[in-house]
T-cell receptor, first 122, second 108 residues
């Protein structure tokens, strides 16, 4: 299996532009997670899906951010309009099972992370 | 104040040394996780702990629930252990919260 695939790997854009990040989870995985990582805040969970349905989007920073999962093999994270403070590395991860329990915490050990998309908003 | 704090922020050691990385958190948790982020950016889950100790190869993770503290130990460290180590906790009913990481460099 190719693992979790993210595109693009690098994106440089100007403030105000729309940015779309893409993720292909590992085939057969029914959980998909979007994370953001910055020097100041570290890793943050933005949103996660189960069977293409958003389960928890409480980490999405504001309305400029939106995520969709139209099918089991594809998800997008969109920022519109983008701002310099959105500059970060965005990771997608997928998982096939809950681990030891039903809560998100127990899901984490089974997650496989993509290589990330480094976004720079000028 | 970050609810999850890691120390040290940066650690450089000689190959073969015993390494300890610490993670402290502010409120009760249901589970704590250790992640490894390689220099190229790839992230790997290492451990999930809710109590006691876990061991995998040269890696050992311990947690003290009463003291709200966890440690990640690496025995016989090797340059390939050079990475950023991140702890993550689920604080009460809040979403998963990550520490800012410890950057480990092992010198041959």
């Amino acid at each position: 299996d190719a693992g979790v695939i993210q595109s693009p790997r690098h994106e440089v854009t100007e403030m105000g532009q729309e940015v779309t990040l893409r993720c292909k989870p590992i085939s057969g995985h029914d959980y998909l997670f979007w994370y953001r990582q910055t020097m100041m805040r570290g890793l943050e969970l933005l949103i996660y899906f189960n069977n293409n349905v958003p389960i928890d989007d409480s980490g999405m920073p504001e309305d400029r951010f939106s995520a969709k999962m139209p099918n089991a093999s594809f998800s997008t994270l969109k920022i519109q309009p983008s701002e310099p403070r959105d500059s970060a590395v965005y990771f997608c991860a997928s998982s096939s099972k809950l681990g030891q329990g039903p809560t998100l915490a127990e899901v984490l050990p089974e997650q496989f992370f993509g290589p990330g998309t480094r976004l720079t908003v000028l | 104040k970050n609810e999850v704090e890691q120390s040290p922020q940066n650690l450089t050691a000689q190959e073969g040394e015993f390494i300890t990385i610490n993670c402290s958190y502010s409120v009760g948790i249901s589970a704590l996780h250790w992640l490894q982020q390689h220099p190229g950016g790839g992230i790997v889950s290492l451990f999930m702990l809710s109590s006691g100790k876990k061991k995998h190869g040269r890696l050992i993770a311990t947690i003290n629930i009463q003291e709200k503290h966890s440690s990640l130990h690496i025995t016989a460290s090797h340059p390939r252990d050079s990475a950023v180590y991140i702890c993550a906790v689920k604080l009460g009913n809040e979403k998963l919260t990550f520490g800012t990481g410890t950057r480990l460099t092992i010198i041959p």
